[in-house]
């Protein structure tokens, strides 16, 4: 059986003060989530070790939202995936599309990172996902499959045992418009299908797939419901530990 996750992906919100507020609403409310669903919560660099004190002892995991592609030293402004570890997180995401888009995170660099994390004892949450214009020239599997291929398949069967895919349209991430379960389910079966073919199935089928793009307490239940979708990446709505919660709990 592969694992059930839904993860607060943060971004680039929240005081300290705020996101400790927001760890300590999760973690009040964690035993309303089905005990088969694991919470990952991805604050900004700054919040990591002081969330990961409130976190200690419950079975809420911290994550990073992304990491260094070099392992340590004169890279101004970076945080190693060394650091990450030490800070407490058992995740970072990779490769989100803020990421690929404003920042230049190119598939090259993020199979150095990739390793790094991997190095570290680090899971990855890898992100993938085609913009408006590309779904509406009808290359969204193509797109995909490039950014899966370019990065995930560099890696050992073993290693994905580490990855957690997010298949996130750019097109619904903070817009408000989601995917409809069978677009989503139809690439994540996509998804699931090209990993087969390259790993076999045994590695297919163990990969945890998460959903990402206004994933919200109203839309969660249907999406999840889907079989190759194993949980949701969730920006804009985890925010709100209530609304992150009802999320989870939509399983
Ligand atoms: P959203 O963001 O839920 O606010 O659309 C999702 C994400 O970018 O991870």
Same mark, same amino acid.
Do not use: H, L, S
């Given at each position: 059986m592969r694992k059930k996750i839904v993860a607060g992906n943060?971004?680039?919100? +929240? +005081?300290v003060a705020e996101g400790l507020a927001l760890a300590k609403g999760i973690v009040e409310k964690?035993? $309303?989530?089905?005990?088969d669903v694991t919470l990952v919560v991805a604050p900004p660099f700054t919040h990591l070790t002081s969330v990961a004190q409130v976190l200690e002892g419950t079975p809420i995991q911290l994550s990073a939202q992304n990491c260094a592609d070099e392992p340590k030293g004169a890279f101004t402004g970076e945080v190693s995936a060394a650091m990450l570890k030490d800070a407490g997180c058992a995740y970072t995401i990779l490769g989100h599309s803020e990421r690929r888009e404003?920042?230049? $995170?190119t598939s090259a660099k993020l199979v150095k990172k990739m390793a790094l994390a991997f190095e570290n004892g680090l899971d990855v949450i890898f992100c993938v996902g085609e913009k408006l214009a590309e779904r509406q020239e009808g290359i969204h599997f193509d797109v995909v499959a490039t950014q899966i291929s370019e990065v995930l398949f560099t890696l050992t069967a073993e290693q994905m045992a580490h990855v957690v895919v997010a298949y996130e349209p750019v097109w619904a991430i903070g817009t408000g418009v989601t995917a409809t379960a069978a677009q989503a389910q139809e690439i994540h079966g996509f998804i699931r299908n090209t990993l087969s073919a390259h790993f076999g199935e045994e590695v297919a089928e163990a990969t945890t797939i998460l959903y990402g793009g206004s994933c919200k307490p109203s839309n969660a239940q249907e999406l999840f419901a889907?079989? *190759?979708? *194993?949980g949701g990446l969730i920006g804009g709505a985890s925010l709100k530990a209530g609304d992150f919660i009802a999320i989870a709990k939509a399983y």
């Open positions: 943060w971004k680039m919100n +929240t +005081t964690v035993e $309303e989530v089905p005990a404003y920042y230049g $995170e889907c079989p *190759d979708i *194993d």
